[in-house]
Every structure is written in C-alpha cells, then in structure tokens.
C-alpha cells in the first residue's frame, strides 16, 4: 500500500508511515450532494483538509524573512549615517542654515528606514513616496546644475554618485528575494 500523506510505498498493515510519522490513512468526509445539473469537481481542485492554502505568488525564499542583509543596510543608511552624515556637513559649514529641502528629505529617508526597519504595512507607501522624491528632487538639482554660471564642480559627481544609488535601491525592493519573504511583495 502506499501512504495517503507522502506518497511512499510502506507495509500494507500499517497504520503510522514509518516514513512520514504521520496517519497512513485518510478519512475524508463524504462531499456534498451536488445540485443536479452541476458539473463534477475534478481530483485537482479538492482543497484537502491538512494542505495549507497560499494566497498570491510563491515566496520564493521564505527562509530570508526579516530585516537583514542589504535590506538592514538599506534602514542604517537611512536612519543613522544619513542624519550624521548631513549633520557633518552642516558643522563643516561653520552651522549655517542647512537647505531646508536636504533637511526634509532627510528627516523623510529617516522615517521610511524606520518603517521598513519595523516591517510597517505602510512602508512600501512611504518607500514609493521616497523614490519619487528623490528623482525629482535630483531632476531639479540636475537642472539647476545645467543652467548655473558657475556650478560647483564637485556637485555634478555627487549628483552622479545620487542617482546610481537611488536607480540601484529602488530595483533593490522590486527585485529581492529579502524583500519579498518579508513583505509578501516587492515594491
């Protein structure tokens, strides 16, 4: 005989699969009566009671599931070298007033790393929120680059260096196999 639960050819007078550990048998309740006129279900769409049910794609790697890896860098960078890096940059200018738009992009990236860090439902909002800021905060920067008399001629590679990262991140959450085992989805 073979056992209902995997498969396997086992003893014909067992009750146990010594192989699965589990029932050898299967005792399913009769199906209802059909209504006449209805068509018959097929063996494939029976939902058998111990098979778990999986709504939406396959998780691919569910044995990635949590913040780490890139995706752990991902929050650091947000929420702790983002803000010490800017604030460096705001001490390196002798504390003048610090763009107010930097300031709030930054403030921003930080509670983004902080909802993906936390696994928050509304952190692929935020993280789409993000990316559509960041490009076009760097069309803006980029143009104003373009039209300037004397731009700063480290501000270009920066811009460069920006863009890369941003185009690189955010194919990052569509992409990861990390991202997807922990949020059921990519962005």
Not at 32 to 41: K, N, R, S, T
Not at 81 to 94: Q, S, V
Not at 143 to 162: H, I, K, R, Y
Request: net charge negative.
């Amino acid at each position: 005989m073979f056992c209902a639960r995997c498969g396997e050819q086992i003893p014909d007078a067992s009750e146990m699969c010594p192989l699965c550990g589990r029932e050898a048998t299967l005792s399913l309740p009769p199906p209802p009566p059909l209504p006449e006129g209805a068509p018959a279900v097929a063996p494939a769409q029976i939902q058998w009671p111990d098979e778990p049910r999986q709504i939406g794609p396959p998780m691919r790697r569910p044995d990635l599931k949590g913040v780490g890896g890139w995706l752990l860098f991902f929050c650091i960078t947000r929420t702790v070298l983002a803000p010490l890096f800017m604030l460096i940059r705001f001490a390196a200018t002798d504390f003048e007033t610090p763009n107010m738009i930097d300031l709030a992009f930054n403030t921003f990236g930080v509670v983004v790393g902080v909802m993906v860090w936390t696994v928050n439902a509304s952190a692929f909002v935020l993280l789409w929120i993000y990316f559509a800021l960041s490009a076009g905060l760097l069309l803006l920067a980029i143009a104003a680059v373009a039209m300037s008399d004397s731009p700063n001629p480290q501000l270009p590679v920066q811009l460069f260096f920006t863009l890369i990262f941003t185009i690189l991140w955010f194919f990052y959450f569509q992409k990861s196999d990390r991202v997807q085992a922990t949020f059921g989805k990519n962005l």
